[in-house]
């Protein structure tokens, strides 16, 4: 009978010992839900907020990217217009230079061309003088 009434306790001991963990046992769920709840709340808002930081940062990479690329093109621009304009110049300058040696050159061989039928002329001319003073020494 002791052995009955021991295994009776027992068995009582059980139930009462059942009896509570299934009361406790929904309660340590619904805390353990809640924790893990807030967990996952708190890891979602620190990912949206890297997210948002993430992409602000792209956005000012991305930003000072398109000045840099703006400037830059901007630059070779300004520096192919500078070329461009000094070429432009330097054509005009050659092309001038050109045409004024062209027009000396001409001048110069206009003059030369005079010279030199002014001197034949008088070599013409002192040629005949000479033949007729030859001509009046041999005849004399």
């Known amino acids: 009978q002791t052995r009955v ?3 009776r306790d027992r068995a009582l001991d059980m139930k009462r010992r059942f009896a509570v963990d299934i009361d406790a046992i929904p309660v340590d769920i619904e805390n353990r839900g809640r924790a893990l709840a807030d967990r996952l709340r708190a890891s979602m808002e620190e990912f949206d907020r890297e997210s948002r930081s993430r992409l602000g940062r792209e ?3 991305l930003s000072k990217l398109a000045d840099d690329e703006s ?3 901007a630059n070779f621009d300004a520096a192919r217009t500078a070329r461009e304009d000094d070429y432009v ?3 005009s ?3 001038a230079h050109n045409k004024a040696v062209s ?3 001409e001048k110069l ?3 030369l061309d005079d010279d030199l039928a002014r001197l034949k002329n008088h070599v013409t001319v002192e040629a005949k003088v000479r ?4 001509a009046e020494l041999a005849a004399a």
Request: a positive charge.
């Open 5 to 7: 009434d021991a295994l």
């Open 109 to 111: 061989k206009a003059r």
């Open 103 to 105: 027009k000396r050159d």
């Open 71 to 73: 400037r830059v093109a």
């Open 59 to 61: 956005a000012a990479i």
């Open 93 to 95: 300058t050659l092309d």
């Open 89 to 91: 110049r330097l054509r």
């Open 131 to 134: 033949w007729r003073e030859d």
